[in-house]
């Protein structure tokens, strides 16, 4: 267990339907990460936030796709209007500052939309 | 451009035998380099790092990896497989101090370790 926990760990939904993840970071980390992972492939950078602002996104990104981070500490990942494409495990990951560079990751969550 | 190259999809051990799983980098600048394991439906565990000093750095589970600038690469090396070693291996790298901690990831390796 890294710390940084996601829920749910499986959403099942139907096309066209809104869902939103949800990540704890692990407390002391101002830094968190979400990226999507589709089988067999690597993690793909989705956004980050430092503290409560997000600071950069990907063009993935698309405007169905919202992230917020309202406290600074834990955020959530909505997607909108959900499309068979957005079936993937999301992850998310936090860091904190003077931290050389190790993620530590939750279990994510894991959309499946049908 | 910063890239990763995870040159095989899948490598197949013995249990008992040593293992090695390949990765090659570029980046423009000091590289950050790091190897992350994945068993199915879990999320990614760190398992070792390496930012500066000795080439050599041993990680979690009795994993190492060996940095060799000269040839770019990053290799992850057991001396002897267990099947519970089996899993989704990933490389990734950053390109120093001065990004936003972004890490450019391989495209993962499967480890199959044959009992």
């Known amino acids: 267990d890294t710390g940084v926990s996601q829920d749910p760990r499986h959403k099942i939904t139907k096309r066209g339907q809104n869902v939103t993840f949800r990540c704890d970071p692990i407390s002391e980390h101002n830094r968190l990460y979400w990226y999507r992972q589709t089988l067999g492939q690597g993690p793909e950078f989705l956004t980050y936030f430092q503290n409560e602002a997000q600071l950069e996104k990907s063009r993935l990104l698309s405007d169905r796709f919202s992230a917020e981070r309202p406290k600074g500490s834990f955020s959530t990942l909505e997607i909108q209007r959900t499309e068979q494409g957005d079936s993937a495990m999301y992850l998310c990951?936090?860091?904190?500052?003077?931290?050389?560079?190790?993620?530590?990751f939750g279990e994510g969550s894991r959309l499946t939309v049908l | 451009a910063q890239s990763v190259a995870q040159p095989e999809d899948q490598v197949n051990v013995a249990e008992g035998n040593p293992l090695t799983v390949k990765c090659t980098y570029s980046v423009s600048g000091n590289p950050y380099l790091f190897w992350y394991v994945q068993y199915p439906n879990r999320g990614l565990q760190f398992l070792l790092k390496y930012i500066t000093g000795d080439n050599l750095v041993k990680g979690s589970y009795g994993f190492e990896a060996e940095f060799n600038k000269s040839q770019t690469s990053f290799h992850l090396k057991k001396p002897s497989a267990l099947v519970s070693d089996s899993a989704l291996y990933f490389c990734?790298?950053?390109?120093?101090?001065?990004?936003?901690?972004?890490?450019?990831w391989g495209a993962g390796t499967k480890l199959i370790i044959k009992p």
């Open positions: 990951a936090s860091i904190g500052l003077l931290n050389t560079g190790e993620l530590f």
């Open positions: 990734a790298v950053r390109d120093g101090p001065h990004s936003n901690y972004q890490l450019i």
